[in-house]
């Protein structure tokens, strides 16, 4: 069983508004060499919670953290424009990653809840998931 010590939030880089599923992500990242889409979770804009990767499988989402972490995508992450990083989570959304996260740190007790931005030059997920989530 692997050692989870991390779980890591992350945007799925699409403007606000557009839905993209789970099987979108999946051609994404196979196009990229993965066997599957890298994410363990990710939150659509309605707030349903759709499974990618089983938790017990090492995802592909952070370099250096993968075999130690549990990924968590959110669907937006860019202003309107498709360029600009934007917290785009609507209510649904920001009500399920609480959830979400909630469960797996009851799941994972020792685990920390990081922004992909903590590990990566990028600006993901677009928020401050790290001190968001602190108190979870």
Known sequence: MRQITEIIVHCT?????RPVSVTEIDRWHRARGFRSIGYHYVVGLDGTVMEGRPEQQTGAHCKGHNSRSIGVCYVGGVASDGTTPADTRTLQQRAALHTLLKQ????????????????????????????EYADI
């Open 104 to 131: 797996l740190k009851e799941r994972y007790p020792s685990a920390v809840i990081h922004s992909h931005r903590d590990f990566a030059a990028k600006a993901c997920p677009c928020f401050d998931a790290t001190g």
């Open 13 to 17: 880089a699409t403007p606000a508004g």
